[in-house]
C-alpha cells in the first residue's frame, strides 16, 4: 500500500509540475494580449474566489480562523501575500515580454537559493552537494552579469521572491492552500481598487459584451489553484523530497516552450549559463533521491 501511495504521489506531483510548467505558461501565453495588469488582478481574483469555495467544499474554516487567531502567522502571511503578488506579476510580465526562458532560470534556481536562505535563516544543514549546487548556481550568476548586455533580471527576480516567500512560509506551519486563501484575501483590497480604476478608464477587456473572453479570463483561477492541488496531494502521499524532484518539470516545462514553440532569444551565454544551472539541479535531485 505504501508502494502504491508512493507512485500516486510522484504521478499527482509531476501532473501539478506538468501543469505549471505547460499548460500554465501557454495558457497565459494565451491570455496576455489583455495586459500584465489586468492577468494578475483576474489571477488574485478567482484564485481567491476558488479557494474560499475549496474550503467551504472540504470543510476548512476551523482551520482557517485558527490561523486568523494567530497574530504571528497572520503578520507572516501578510509579508508572502506582497510577495506572491509581485510573483505573479514579474511571471506574467515575462510570458508577454517573451522571456519564459529568462523566468524558468529563476525557477530552476529557485530551491537552490532556498538551501542557501535556509542555511543562512534557519541554521539547515548543508551536505557537500548541496554546497556545489549553491556554488555552480553563484558562478552561472557572475558568469552572467558580466557577460550579457543585459542582465536577465526577470529570472533573478522570480528566483530571489520565490525563494524568500519559500523561506518565509517555512516559519509558519500552515496548510498550503488555506494559506494561499489568506494571502488572496490579504491582496484582495488592492485588487479591487485596481479593478475600480481599469473599468473606470475604460481599460478592461474583462466584458459582459464578450463573454467567451470573459469565461477565459475567468480560467486564470482554476489554472492556479488545479496545479497546486495537485502538488500538495502528491506531496502528502509520495514525501516532499520525492514531490521536490517532479518540480523541476515546470522551469523545463517553460524552457522548452519558450525556446521551440514561441521562439525566444536563446544566446550562448545563456546556454552556458543554462549548463552549470542544469548541473546544479542534477547534483541536488541525486541529494533528494538519496534522502527520500
Not at 90 to 106: L, R
Not at 122 to 147: G, P
Not at 155 to 179: P, Q
Amino acid at each position: 500500500m505504501k508502494i502504491k501511495n508512493f507512485t500516486k504521489g510522484i504521478l499527482f506531483s509531476s501532473l501539478g509540475s506538468f501543469w505549471w510548467g505547460f499548460l500554465g505558461t501557454y495558457y497565459f501565453k494565451y491570455i496576455a494580449f489583455i495586459g500584465t495588469v489586468e492577468v494578475v488582478l483576474h489571477r488574485s481574483l478567482w484564485t481567491c474566489i476558488i479557494l474560499l469555495l475549496s474550503t467551504l467544499i472540504f470543510h476548512k474554516w476551523k482551520s482557517l480562523l485558527l490561523i486568523f487567531k494567530n497574530k504571528f502567522k497572520i503578520f507572516i502571511l501578510f509579508f508572502t501575500s506582497i510577495l506572491i503578488f509581485f510573483n505573479w506579476a514579474i511571471w506574467i510580465y515575462a510570458v508577454e515580454n517573451n522571456q519564459i526562458i529568462d523566468a524558468s532560470f529563476g525557477y530552476f534556481i529557485f530551491p537552490i537559493l532556498s538551501v542557501l536562505l535556509g542555511y543562512i535563516f534557519l541554521k539547515e544543514k548543508l551536505n557537500k552537494k548541496r554546497i556545489v549546487s549553491i556554488l555552480l548556481v553563484i558562478i552561472s550568476t557572475i558568469y552572467l552579469f558580466f557577460n550579457l548586455n543585459t542582465f536577465p533580471w526577470v529570472g533573478f527576480a522570480v528566483a530571489i521572491i520565490w525563494s524568500s516567500y519559500n523561506l518565509l512560509r517555512k516559519k509558519i506551519n500552515v496548510e498550503t492552500d488555506i494559506g494561499l486563501l489568506i494571502e488572496s484575501l490579504f491582496i484582495l483590497p488592492l485588487v479591487i481598487i485596481l479593478f475600480y480604476f481599469i473599468i473606470k478608464t475604460n481599460q478592461n477587456d474583462f466584458s459582459i459584451s464578450n463573454p467567451s473572453l470573459m469565461l477565459l479570463i475567468i480560467f486564470a483561477g482554476p489554472m492556479t489553484v488545479i496545479p497546486l492541488f495537485l502538488y500538495i496531494k502528491g506531496v502528502e502521499l509520495s514525501g516532499l523530497g520525492p514531490s521536490g524532484m517532479t518540480f523541476f518539470i515546470a522551469p523545463t516545462g517553460q524552457f522548452l516552450l519558450g525556446f521551440f514553440y514561441f521562439n525566444e532569444a536563446f544566446s550562448f551565454e545563456k546556454f552556458l549559463s543554462f549548463i552549470l544551472i542544469w548541473i546544479a539541479v542534477s547534483i541536488y535531485l541525486r541529494d533528494l533521491y538519496e534522502k527520500k
